[in-house]
């Protein structure tokens, strides 16, 4: 028996159960490797400047990938790309959403206000606007202002969660919470230990009121990021990490991240370096700053260059990039904090023999960068 249709009653309609018992193992569908050329890009960017921007200020188009569905558009199952040009002396209309994002400006100047902060973006730059973050872009320059944005907001699409709201009120706070100490509501209601195994029972306070990290808007200075990118140059093929360093988010503590769903790199692989074949169940997206290459996805090759955009890893498919004879940098997203924060993130540096490891709930992998390091001194 695979399916049941139980009779329906007035109240609930239709139901459907499956039988699991017998029902065979649904295997996963991986997305394959896609990539959008520089020169797409450039087109579409040149159209968003004829004519009025949107209603809401934007001149913005969205990349997604051939087997992308509604709802929740993306290059990405949960990860949407957007790019988006402001013309001299144009802005945004104030926006806030349940989405958090990493922007970063291509060319041009802007100012992007985020909350109380106001910051002045350049070439290169990256910033983050947290959820429900109510923020503006502005051009106030004479050159046109082109960025490259990331959200979740297909994940939220998805789940049919995601919430936007134009010109929001500003300055709403939660009201004051009247308790004999002052304190907060969950201070009423202790929790209570169970057995002996470390399980707890919560009261419904502390559902409605927990722990929060700050996020904040964080903005990374190009002209501060770049000195430290040296180092990255000097590793070679035979090393078995990548050579990238992660704009970091301290509010997202373990999970590494630059938001809570995502981490952006920034690597500098030097002339000719072959990046060892691995997999994981995070989906990467990398777009190409500068120089060219090659990538093999789930056995097909694509060569890239600078101003190219690809989902360089469809989750759990092998894969593995190398640098032209120039070498090559690129920004890379991952919802690598968003699986380990869901304990979903499963690893394997070596595809050989090597290990499958729940990254965030085991030890992770070693790398030789030691002997990398003694090079150098």
């Not at 020169?39 to 960017?45: G, K, P, R, Y």
């Not at 707890?200 to 904040?216: G, M, Q, T």
């Not at 894969?319 to 904090?337: F, K, M, N, V, W």
Request: aromatic share 8%; charged share 20%.
């Amino acid at each position: 028996m695979d399916v049941q249709k139980l009779t329906a009653t007035e109240d609930t309609g239709p139901v459907r159960l499956v039988d699991l018992r017998d029902a065979p193992a649904r295997e996963n569908h991986l997305w394959p490797v896609h990539i959008v050329r520089r020169a797409e890009i450039e087109h579409a960017l040149g159209l968003l400047a004829e004519g009025e921007p949107g209603a809401d200020g934007c001149r913005e188009f969205s990349v997604v990938h051939p087997n992308s569905v509604e709802p929740g558009l993306g290059l990405a199952p949960g990860i949407d790309v957007v790019f988006g040009v402001l013309l001299p002396g144009e802005e945004t209309v104030p926006v806030r959403h349940n989405a958090s994002s990493v922007s970063m400006c291509l060319s041009g100047h802007g100012v992007t206000d985020i909350d109380e902060s106001a910051f002045a973006t350049g070439f290169r730059d990256v910033w983050v606007t947290p959820s429900m973050s109510p923020f503006v872009l502005r051009n106030p320059g004479d050159e046109p202002f082109i960025y490259l944005t990331y959200s979740n907001r297909p994940m939220l699409r998805k789940l049919e969660v995601y919430f936007r709201e134009e010109k929001p009120p500003v300055g709403v706070q939660a009201p004051a919470v009247d308790t004999p100490t002052g304190g907060r509501v969950k201070d009423l209601a202790p929790g209570f230990p169970i057995g002996d195994s470390g399980a707890w029972l919560l009261p419904y306070e502390h559902l409605i009121d927990p722990e929060f990290v700050e996020s904040r808007p964080l903005l990374w200075k190009w002209q501060d990021v770049a000195p430290h990118l040296g180092l990255l140059k000097s590793l070679k093929t035979g090393y078995t990490g990548r050579p990238l360093m992660c704009l970091y988010n301290p509010a997202t503590g373990t999970r590494n991240g630059t938001t809570a769903n995502f981490f952006a790199t920034i690597s500098n692989g030097s002339a000719n370096l072959i990046g060892p074949a691995h997999r994981h169940s995070s989906a990467a997206i990398n777009y190409i700053l500068d120089g060219s290459g090659w990538s093999v996805v789930d056995g097909v090759r694509i060569d890239w260059e600078a101003g190219d955009i690809m989902l360089s890893a469809p989750g759990w498919a092998p894969h593995g990039h190398a640098r032209g004879p120039e070498g090559a940098s690129i920004l890379t997203i991952q919802d690598h904090p968003l699986q380990i924060a869901s304990e979903s993130l499963v690893w394997q540096e070596d595809l050989e023999d090597g290990p499958i490891l729940s990254l965030g709930k085991q030890a992770g992998f070693q790398t030789n960068l030691s002997q990398f390091l003694a090079d150098t001194e």
